[in-house]
Each structure stands twice: as C-alpha cells, then as structure tokens.
C-alpha cells in the first residue's frame, strides 16, 4: 500500500528521534567536555584537535563496517526472509570484534609516529600521548557496541538509546568536572581526566544497552544464540563486502581531515584548535543529520528488499526536507548568536572575533553536507556501496588539492581550509544527486 509523505515522515521520524536524542546528548556531553578543557589550557583544544582526527579515523572505520550487516538485514526485513536475518546478525555478533581489539592494542603501543607524520609540535605531543593511551581501551567496546546498535535499528526499535544516552553523558559530565580539575579530593589530570572519564562511562553505557539486548521483546532481528553459534565467517565476509565501502568511504574523508590538520598545523599551533571549535558547533546539526541519514538507510533498505519505489523516493524526499531545516535554524545561529557560541569554547577574545565568519561559512556548507548525507545513504540503501566511495576519494583529492592552493598560493590562511570544505561537499552532493536520479530512473524502467 502506497502511504502519503505524512506518513513516510512519521515513519522516519519515529525510528530516527531517538537516535537524534542520543546523538545530541552526547555531543553536548562532548562540547561540555571542550569547555572544561578549553578553559583548563587552550592548548589542550589543539591536543583534542589533533587526537581526534586520526584516532576516530581508524574508530569510524570499525563502526562503518558494520552498515553492510545492517543493509543486506534490512533488506531481509523488507524481503521478509526471517533465516537471512538470523545469519546476518549472528555472523556479525561473532565476527565484528576482531579488527577493534587489534586497534586498541595499536593506539596504545604506537601513537607517537602518527601525531609526528601530523606535525605536532612538542608544546602539544605530551597532551596527545597522554590522552590517546587512556582513551584506546574504548576501542574494545566497538566492535559490540556497533553490532547491538545494527539490531536496535533494523528492529525499529530505538527508544533505549535515549536512556543510554543520558546514563552514558551524565556520567561523563560528572567524571569530567572531578578529574579535569580535580574535585571532589581527586587529582587534577587535565586532558588525561578527559579520556579516563569518557572511558568510564561508555563501558557503563555498554552495560545498560547489553541488558536491553538480552531482556527486550521489541527485538525482531535480534539472533538467537544458535544463530551466533552458527554464523558463517562467510555471511560476514559478505556483509563486509558492503560495510568495506562505508569503511574506505569514511576512512578517505578522514585522511583528507588528518591532511587538512597537517595543514592548519603548518599555519599555527592554535589553528588547528580553531578548526576544532567550529567544527564542534556543526556537529550539533551534523548529528541531527547523520541521524536522519541512518533512518534513511534502513528505510530505503527496507524499500529495496520489497521492491517499493515510493517508498524510496519518499523517505529520500522527507529526509532532506528535515535537514533543511536543521540547516536554517544552524544558520540563524551563526548570524545572530556567534559570540556567545564560540565563548562556550575559548576564553580567547581574539579567537572569539576571527571565527565568526567561519561559522557561517559552515552553517551555509550544510545544504551540501546534507544532501551528501541523505542522498548517500539512499544510494547505499539500493545496495550500492561503492559508488559513495569513489565520490569521496575523488573529494578527497580535490579538498587537498583547493586547500593547499588556497593556503600556500593564495595566503588565505584557516579561511582557505574552510573555503575548500565547502568547494568539497557542493561539487560532491551534485555528483551524487545525479546518481540517485539514475537509480530512480532504471528502478522505473
């Protein structure tokens, strides 16, 4: 049965709000978490600037190999093909923790060659090391944390990940505040305190949703402990095939990040904090998108199992129109608010004054960004993994390319950074619009 735009929205809405929920939580948690440290010493800001980049490269990579599983279960949902489910899900629980354990085990051993390839200076390297080391156990928890969240999802299930949510930030929050500045009789650890806490409080986290995996009735593509026993490496190979995609997908865009904070680098020590500032205030929206997006996914992957046109078109559609919101309402901040959201970041009136501008810029570069998003993920949703991966390599190359001309040629400093990133996402979110027309026009055919 055909439905209405209405209720496509409604559909996309219900199982997206709580992961949106989730999302802002925790990115406020993490801007709270720059605050502190952004206050405790500015160059803490350039030390998180430059661990975060390379560190969640190699973390969205484990978390983005798991989205094949999530297409080919989605689309046994659609298709109604329960034995599919199963061994989707089960080879995924069993397999998807491999690579994870062998990056903990990296982050801890050599972080010093990565940060000195990215050019950290020696003012900043002790703060990298220290927090890079404390933060690398997280990575035990990602193989499970990414597979439990595949099965909430394509179970349209997910109310629990706003209580998780909440249990994981406000314990963060809390840790944050005792060990950054030493309250409550603890020491005061500065940016190490920082990754210490978030540990703490994803593997709380962790246990609250386990519980949720193994006591809820509202699980339909939750395996059972015979379809983990006999997952075949085979089945997961075949979801990775997809799920390797995303992985390379993320993994180029996030080299074109680490080259662009080599290139900030270059300018100055607080450029690449700078950076960091105003990409955590998009992230607010980005999330709230990304989120979007994954709703997308599932939906036009249910689509695709059914062989339901209008559904596709019509989740895509309702998608986008939601981030253009989010995007307007991002914008409307950066006009009239700019001050007062950069002074949530830095104590630094001369950073305060020179980023307004940037964060307009940003807002404006989230029509493309969205587009990129939505549309990307409709395209993965028709079981078309690679095409997004050849659109971001070749984005890669020419956000390098624009930003070393813009930087180095032109001498336009942090400005020609910013100027290249949104260069980069309006020329790939035409690309990829264009693709998606043809998917549409040879689904009719």
């Not at 706003?162 to 930030?169: I, K, N």
């Amino acid at each position: 049965m055909k439905l209405s735009y209405k209720q496509y929205g409604k559909r996309l809405l219900i199982l997206a709000f709580p992961i949106i929920m989730n999302n802002i939580i925790a990115q406020l948690q993490m801007i709270i978490d720059r605050i502190f440290l952004g206050h405790a010493n500015d160059l803490y800001m350039s030390a998180l600037g430059n661990v975060s980049s390379p560190v969640w490269t190699t973390m969205s990579f484990c978390n983005s190999l798991v989205m094949g599983a999530s297409i080919l279960i989605s689309q046994s949902v659609g298709a109604q093909k329960r034995e599919d489910i199963g061994e989707y899900a089960g080879a995924m629980l069993k397999y998807n923790n491999i690579i994870p354990i062998f990056l903990c085990f990296f982050w801890m051993i050599f972080p010093k060659p990565v940060f000195m390839i990215l050019g950290v200076s020696d003012n900043v390297m002790p703060l990298c090391l220290g927090y890079v080391r404390w933060y690398a156990p997280l990575f035990l928890l990602t193989g499970l944390g990414g597979s439990l969240g595949v099965i909430l999802q394509t179970s349209n299930y997910t109310k629990p990940l706003v209580v998780y949510g909440c249990v994981r930030s406000g314990l963060n929050i809390f840790l944050d505040w005792m060990l950054i500045f030493g309250n409550l009789g603890m020491p005061a650890l500065g940016i190490e305190g920082a990754a210490i806490a978030t540990v703490i409080a994803e593997y709380v986290g962790a246990i609250y949703i386990s519980v949720i995996f193994f006591t809820s009735k509202k699980l339909p593509t939750r395996p059972s402990w015979n379809d983990v026993k006999k997952g075949h490496f085979r089945s997961y190979l075949n979801a990775a095939k997809l799920g390797i995609n995303i992985a390379l997908e993320d993994f180029a865009w996030n080299i074109g990040n680490l080259i662009l904070i080599r290139i900030l680098n270059s300018i100055n020590e607080y450029a690449a904090g700078i950076y960091t500032i105003i990409f955590g205030v998009e992230v607010l929206a980005v999330v709230i998108i990304g989120a979007i997006g994954s709703g997308t996914m599932t939906l036009t992957s249910e689509a695709t199992g059914r062989k339901d046109l209008a559904q596709y078109k019509g989740i895509t559609l309702c998608a986008y129109a939601v981030c253009t919101i989010v995007t307007v309402v991002m914008i409307v901040g950066a006009v009239l608010f700019p001050e007062q959201i950069l002074s949530l970041f830095t104590s630094d009136k001369t950073v305060i004054a020179s980023c307004g501008g940037y964060l307009l810029l940003i807002g404006i570069n989230l029509f493309s960004k969205s587009g990129n998003i939505i549309i990307g993920n409709a395209i993965r949703g028709s079981g078309n993994t690679k095409w997004m991966l050849f659109t971001q390599i070749f984005g890669t190359i020419w956000i390098v390319g624009v930003a070393s001309v813009l930087v180095f040629v032109c001498r336009l400093g942090i400005l020609g950074v910013f100027l290249a990133v949104l260069l980069d996402e309006g020329v790939r979110a035409l690309i990829n619009f264009w693709k998606y027309l043809r998917i549409v026009k040879k689904w009719r055919e």
